[in-house]
């Protein structure tokens, strides 16, 4: 990894920042919880920020056709997938896109689709446009947690009418293979669902995998589905309120056209630049981000393994998240509220991503070597 590109400050230096994840806890927690990098950003992205300042250029958000260009750049070198830049959209963040996606489609009551355990501002945002979930369980295996198709086909022939897909999928970082996503393509098309695949984390897959966007599926994808993405996640740029709206045929452009215009009004400049110059010129820095992700998480692999034999853990494909089931420790109802009291460590507790998951927690590894070891071994420490 190049110190040049991306490299982690000390401790004392991260716990400087302002972010939620330096802020929500007393300044002696380890933050481990927050799906944020602790990386320093891509050199390019901050000298563009630091001109914008330097030059008092802070005002709204205007034409910025920079962004579908990067985009669609992006999306052929790293996917081979032929964006149309016509039909990208800007909005103040993914969760944003997704809310009034829903109240541009639906109508109260609408029952949507989810598959826990799952980023749990899912269940927000589908609350928020007075909407109601309905889950369809991942289901587990020895290696990772999979889609379950015939579930899948049970919930759209029951009515639901829509899907909201987090891939690659929070908190396992499973890269959903073609032949999965589909087969569900098929089954929206069949009952009419609306797809929303969230694929915010999709530049950070780990190179020896594959990931398939929703749009560049098949016909079936196309026409019953819309992406939301954005650099936040994979370049470290949450703060600055910037995503994207993707379509790829004309009549899902057209049902979106719904969507109100004052999404790209209520996004950031600084953002929005920052997204363009992430998807054009940031290449060496992700790739770099990625290998210190793969080595955080072969990291953690083998302190589990060595430490934790018992606790069962998935490993990821791409991102940056953990999910291990703690079950066999014995720590009562909230094992990350036990290991916060205990060792002053934050981890996401499992029954945020879903009520069945009340034994899991959700471990961010894109940190030091040393805050991992700290992490597991602090764990360990209830198996002794």
């Known amino acids: ?19 939620s994840k330096w802020r929500r806890y007393a300044s002696d927690v380890l933050p481990m919880h927050v799906a944020e990098m602790d990386y320093e950003i891509a050199p390019s992205i ?62 109260p009551g609408d029952r949507v689709v989810v598959n826990s355990p799952v980023y749990s501002e899912f269940y927000s945002w589908i609350a928020e446009a007075k909407l109601q979930s309905l889950d369809v369980p991942l289901v587990a295996d020895f290696e990772t947690w999979r889609l379950d198709i015939a579930g899948m086909e049970r919930a759209f022939a029951s009515g639901a009418k829509f899907y909201l897909l987090c891939s690659p999928h929070n908190p396992m970082g499973r890269v959903h293979d073609a032949a999965e996503l589909g087969a569900i393509a098929e089954l929206a098309h069949k009952y009419g669902v ?50 994207i709206i993707i379509t790829q045929s004309a009549t899902m452009a057209g049902r979106i056209a719904a969507v109100p215009n004052a999404l790209h009004w209520r996004s950031g400049i600084l953002g929005g630049f ?24 072969d990291l953690l692999t083998r302190l589990v393994s060595d430490l934790l034999p018992q ?63 700290q992490t597991v071994r602090a764990i360990a420490s209830y198996a002794s």
């Open 1 to 19: 990894m190049s110190e040049e590109q991306v490299f982690l400050r000390p401790l004392s230096e991260l716990r400087q920042r302002h972010s």
């Open 46 to 107: 901050k000298a563009l920020l630091t001109d914008f300042v330097q030059r008092s250029d802070l005002g709204y958000l205007g034409p910025i056709p920079e962004v579908a260009e990067a985009f669609v750049g992006f999306a052929k070198r790293h996917w081979n997938w032929d964006v149309d830049g016509k039909q990208i959209r800007i909005a103040t963040d993914v969760g944003v896109a997704a809310i009034e996606i829903f109240r541009a489609l639906s109508a």
């Open 194 to 243: 609306t797809v929303i695949s969230d694929e915010i984390h999709a530049p950070l897959t780990y190179a020896d995998q594959k990931f398939v966007p929703w749009l560049d599926l098949n016909d079936a994808a196309r026409e019953t589905g819309v992406v939301i993405t954005a650099a936040s996640k994979s370049y470290n740029l949450a703060g600055l309120k910037a995503s």
């Open 274 to 297: 920052a997204m363009a110059e992430a998807f054009s010129g940031c290449d060496v820095w992700l790739a770099q981000a990625v290998e210190a992700n793969r080595e955080g998480r």
């Open 311 to 373: 606790v069962p853990y998935w490993v990821a494909q791409g991102g940056y998240l953990a999910w291990l089931d703690l079950t066999a420790l014995n720590l009562g109802e909230n094992p990350a509220a036990r290991i916060l009291a205990d060792h002053k460590i934050s981890v996401v507790p499992g029954i945020d991503l879903g009520a069945e998951y009340g034994q899991y927690i959700r471990i961010n590894f894109a940190a030091s070597a040393e805050a991992i070891e």
